[in-house]
């Protein structure tokens, strides 16, 4: 029976290869998440540049809040 050494893996997170169909399909998930939400973030960021840019720069004050009517 092999002793996993504590030492090394105090420190840091260990993390291992997904084994279960389940655990391949959620890194899987993760992933696609992860770079589907750095590309909006990319876009966002571009379409704010881009619309500060054709709006002079000047910040636009968000519109009043107002009750909804029920």
Known sequence: MSRKNKASSFFREVT??????QERTDAAVR???EADAEA???????LR???MTRDGATPATPP????PHH
């Open 40 to 46: 909006r973030a990319d876009q966002t960021a571009r």
């Open 64 to 67: 009043a809040k107002t009750k």
């Open 49 to 51: 540049s881009a619309r």
């Open 31 to 33: 992933l696609i998440r």
């Open 16 to 21: 291992q290869a997904p084994t279960t169909a």
